[in-house]
């Protein structure tokens, strides 16, 4: 069954096999075209806001020409989209949209995550906290950027139009000053949520999402932190869920 679905695909984007019907593998093709831009819609939604649905339709064609889809699922399809938007000789007015999409992208990701969600767990009694690392809630990433792909992506989502301008004015001007922003991408439930994380912020989640234990990450950090405080509105947020020893999972 793979196979025939495999050499199917080829087909329809080559129309060189003569075992199947031309066609009916230009009806294939126009709803292929039609699922790939429904799949990037959902999967790029700033993106959309940003260049609108009549230039993303066209967008959506070109790509899925080059990035062909063979087998496997829609939904996670697409995710070498954003580096081709940044090649783009056409998008040079967007400069942010590659990294804009690489948040939608870990948006899309976050909400597919098949972690199950988990509600906190605290650590036994007894146990130094400097001996564990943290668990994340599932669907926990970190995007740095040289662009205020916050409040580019805040914009976007809210249908208050004055926030909506108030954040597209703030990502204004902070493209004038050169000054990016870093997004914290987590899902507590069962929608991703983003926000703005700070410079000592980034750089630890950078260490303890990546694995250090709470001593060691705290040990590499550059710039002040105050772990205690932090821990506590994380925990409050859902980003925290547990902790476990260094030796295990």
């Known amino acids: 069954m793979r ?10 984007w080559d129309g060189k096999d003569d075992s199947f019907s031309q066609a009916g593998l230009a009806i294939y093709r126009q709803n292929l075209l039609m699922n790939a831009e429904r799949a990037l819609s959902k999967s790029y ?5 940003l260049v609108g649905e009549e230039f993303f339709s066209m967008l959506a064609k070109t790509f899925v020409c080059k990035e062909k889809l063979f087998a496997g699922d829609w939904g996670m399809w697409g995710e070498t989209f954003p580096y081709w938007l940044g090649q783009l000789e056409n998008l040079s007015s967007f400069p942010f949209i590659a990294d ?9 990701v976050a909400e597919r995550e098949q972690t199950p969600i988990s509600s906190v767990e605290q650590p036994q009694l007894g146990i130094d906290l400097s001996l564990l690392r943290i668990r994340y809630c599932a669907g926990t990433y970190l995007l740095n950027s040289r662009y205020p792909i916050v409040d580019i992506w ?15 004015a703030q990502a204004k001007d902070k493209i004038s000053q050169g000054s990016g922003q870093s997004a914290l991408i987590w899902r507590p439930s069962w929608k991703a949520l983003v ?8 750089e630890w989640l950078a ?5 250090l234990s709470i001593s060691a990450a705290l040990e590499q950090m550059k710039q002040p ?23 295990t999972q």
């Open 3 to 12: 196979n025939y679905q495999v050499s199917l695909f080829e087909a329809i």
């Open 45 to 49: 939604p700033t993106v959309v806001e």
């Open 100 to 108: 804009s999409a690489k948040l939608d992208w870990l948006c899309h």
């Open 154 to 168: 805040t914009a976007h989502q809210t249908k208050n139009p004055n926030k909506r301008q108030q954040f597209l």
């Open 195 to 202: 926000r703005e994380t700070s410079h000592s912020e980034s």
């Open 207 to 211: 260490l303890t999402i990546g694995g």
């Open 225 to 247: 932190f105050i772990f205690d405080d932090w821990l506590y509105q994380s925990t409050s947020e859902g980003l925290v869920t547990g902790y476990y020893l260094e030796t």
